[in-house]
């Protein structure tokens, strides 16, 4: 490994408030980036850079820390467009759709998981993110969430079982007996190959008590916690999620005076899914309500195929912008450092010292046109720390 300059550098951001113009997401202009081996070495004005064995002049574009998504589920197959049509012409998601899903995805071969979840992770780097998060759950029995578990880790360190997805056709009688698997059996062949447990707590998923057993169990096996809730309504996801000290809760469109409460006082970060709102036709979570009381606030894609199929972050920002409170600068910041947090990673989601170098070099001056521009392609390469530079377009 050799070291580089990014040089000439027309807004760099940072997140770190120690540099630049003080503001959290330390800004620098006409500035200069030195990665070393990977890491984040130099950051500073392009006229004071060190040398470096490689320079790239970025000719006045921006750069920022690469963005973390830390809530996909990527591996799956089939697709769901007609039930997307049908609710923008006025039918309301009740979570039914996923066993669609999971009819496709059991009958899919492994390489085409494999081929179809690589087409999703390029189209997301190609849109500047540089970690993602997968979780299994769409194949519901013992040995395919074995499966997913297992493509998943081929692609990221950032795994997730979700075996607690929803209760397959065959169970709906017997839903204890399904729980007791999740819990017992398929957690004990997934957790090799997982970091994270999850559970959708939620109406027509999983109750509070089931979602409890599930994460009790998970912890003691050593996976951390995230939790899906409060998607569909004001259902005890939140509360748990802080009672567990889980890493994130998810969604947290219904959210409570008692929910900001709990979440403003732990370490559990909301993370939301502007995505899902927006392919299901609902009202959209406050970002602002979250971020006025102080609660550590993510932003990610949910990329899924039935309510969030999803593949650019920056159509993320333009909606938590236009439609929930969030400035320009607040909803960078949420995609980058707060999927960090939500993932619990202090290493990435940002450039300072030390950092992983993950980085997304865009096409444009200043990373305010993720939602200026909304919809455009605006990364011209992604940069991941021990890799070289991906330059495209
Ligand atoms: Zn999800």
């Known amino acids: 490994m050799s070291s580089i300059v990014f040089s000439n550098i027309g807004e760099l951001t940072t997140n770190d408030p120690s540099v630049g113009d003080g503001s959290v997401l330390g800004r620098i202009h006409d500035a200069a980036l030195v990665i070393d081996d990977g890491y984040v070495v130099w950051a500073g004005a392009t006229k004071d ?7 790239i002049d970025v000719e006045g574009v921006a750069i920022i820390p690469g963005f973390v998504d830390s809530h996909t589920h990527l591996v799956f197959a089939g697709e769901r467009s007609e039930e997307f049509a049908a609710r923008m012409a006025g039918e309301t998601y009740d979570g039914g759709g996923i066993m669609n899903t999971v009819t496709a995805t059991r009958s899919a071969s492994t390489d085409e998981l ?27 029995t013992l040995e395919g969430e074995v499966r997913l578990a297992q493509i998943a880790s081929e692609f990221t360190e950032e795994t997730t079982f979700l075996g607690a997805h929803v209760v397959p056709a065959e169970y709906r009688q017997n839903r204890d007996a399904y729980v007791a698997l999740v819990a017992g059996e398929m957690l004990d062949q997934c957790a090799p190959l997982v970091r994270w447990a999850d559970v959708f707590c939620d109406q027509g998923a999983f109750s509070v008590e089931e979602a409890h057993l599930i994460l009790a169990r998970a912890k003691d096996k050593g996976l951390e916690l995230r939790l899906h809730g409060n998607q569909l309504g004001h259902t005890g996801g939140i509360a748990l999620a802080v009672e567990l000290d889980a890493a994130s809760v998810d969604h947290c469109t219904y959210v409570s005076d008692v929910d900001i409460e709990a979440l403003s006082g732990s370490h559990t970060v ?23 009381a102080g609660v550590s606030v993510a932003l990610a894609t949910d990329c899924n195929p039935g309510t969030s199929y999803v593949t650019n972050m920056s159509f993320i920002i333009a909606v938590a912008v236009r439609e929930m409170g969030f400035s320009v ?23 300072r010292l030390g950092a992983k170098a993950d980085l997304a070099i865009l096409n444009v001056p200043k990373a305010a046109h993720f939602a200026y521009q909304p919809g455009a392609s605006l990364v011209q390469a992604v940069h991941r720390g021990g890799e070289s530079p991906d330059f495209w377009g």
């Open 49 to 55: 850079a060190p040398a470096a064995d490689t320079e």
């Open 114 to 140: 494999r081929q179809s979840t690589q087409r999703r992770l390029d189209s997301l780097r190609a849109n500047g993110v540089t970690t993602v998060e997968m979780k299994s759950g769409y194949e519901l």
């Open 270 to 292: 909301a993370t939301l899914l502007p995505g899902a709102e927006f392919s299901t036709k609902s009202e959209y979570p406050s970002g602002r309500l979250l971020l006025d």
């Open 329 to 351: 600068d607040e909803a960078l910041y949420a995609t980058t450092m707060g999927g960090a947090q939500a993932l619990r990673r202090s290493d990435i989601g940002h450039l």
